[in-house]
């Protein structure tokens, strides 16, 4: 399966997958017009990766903003983490946020009360 | 044609509090690029950080409902034109409004349904957004399902206020207003 790499845009994050790393990327503000448009590649390359093998995937998230469409595409996402992670499988979730932005937390920790898999939600130190 | 007496809107406008106005049809790009200068009017308004978020988040999702609504009725464009207000009230608190064209029943549906979220409390909303969160989408869903709703409301420091004002036999103006 080929990675993705997705220049930001004003409404939707960058995106970028590494297959040989297990690792997914997403950073910035997302609200499009269309999220389940947007987010069908990410879903169908995680949904790939998860698959085959055993090998973990980590989703490594700076994002911001996210409008109500790009939250449930988001619970999507983690709905597939979830089933992988009750199958043993090793995957987690790395969320960063700007220290002065309190709103990215309460968005982050509500994705996280319904994921039992490991999810840290830190400010971002880079 | 008398000529639009621009000082005495700008009056109403500062008398009322107006940060941002915007009264037309509305596209994808134009709620983005309004979104900007909303970003930019809030920052030098000095508005914290999460006020703003919750400003602007409360913006795009009633706009995009706009956008939604119209193409799901396959509105031309003046039909499909939203009204949106941004102002600040006494107690210096943002108020977000925006409002359009829609059917007249869902429009009575629409109210309804404003009154039942503006009667629940933070956790019973909490509760709603997550019930709706977890509601499957139908096949050709684009749209956040319901959700953009609850979340206004969610965010909104007052109960949301909505009203209606028919225009002629089967269409009405719906408005919105959320306090942050």
Redo the contacts between chains.
């Keep these: 399966m080929n990675d993705l790499d997705i220049p930001a845009s004003q409404s939707t994050p960058y995106v970028s997958t590494r297959w040989e790393a297990g690792l997914v990327s997403m950073t910035g503000d997302s609200y499009p017009e269309n999220s389940f448009e947007f987010f069908r590649d990410v879903i169908a390359w995680i949904e790939a990766y998860l698959a085959q093998g055993d090998m973990p995937l980590r989703l490594e998230l700076r994002l911001v903003y996210m409008n109500t469409s790009s939250v449930k595409a988001m619970m999507d996402i983690f709905d597939l983490l979830e089933a992988a992670h009750a199958k043993g499988r090793p995957v987690r979730v790395d969320w960063f946020y700007d220290p002065r932005n309190e709103r990215v937390v309460d968005l982050a920790d509500e994705f996280r009360e319904d994921c039992s898999f490991p999810f840290e939600i830190a400010p971002d130190g880079r | 044609m008398a000529t639009i007496d621009l000082f005495q809107l700008r009056e109403h406008f500062n008398e009322s509090r107006i940060l941002l106005c915007f009264n037309g049809p509305i596209s994808?790009s134009l709620?983005?690029e309004i979104g900007?200068a909303l970003k930019n009017y809030l920052q030098a308004d000095n508005a914290q950080?999460?006020a703003a978020?919750?400003v602007?988040?409360v913006y795009?999702?009633l706009t995009?409902n706009i956008?939604?609504y119209a193409l799901a009725h396959d509105y031309d464009e003046l039909q499909g034109s939203a009204t949106v207000v941004v102002a600040r009230d006494e107690d210096g608190r943002y108020l977000v409004q925006a409002g359009n064209m829609v059917e007249h029943a869902d429009g009575e549906a629409l109210l309804a349904r404003i009154s039942a979220l503006a009667r629940m409390d933070k956790a019973e909303l909490k509760a709603a957004y997550?019930a709706q969160?977890r509601q499957p989408?139908a096949e050709d869903?684009?749209?956040?399902?319901g959700?953009?709703l609850i979340?206004v409301a969610r965010k909104s420091a007052r109960p949301l206020r909505a009203s209606l004002s028919r225009i002629g036999a089967r269409h009405a103006f719906f408005s919105l207003c959320a306090t942050i």
Aim: charged letters at 30%; aromatic letters at 4%.
């Design positions: 994808r709620i983005e900007n950080p999460s978020m919750d602007f988040s795009v999702e995009q956008r939604h997550k969160l989408r869903a684009i749209t956040g399902a959700l953009g979340d």
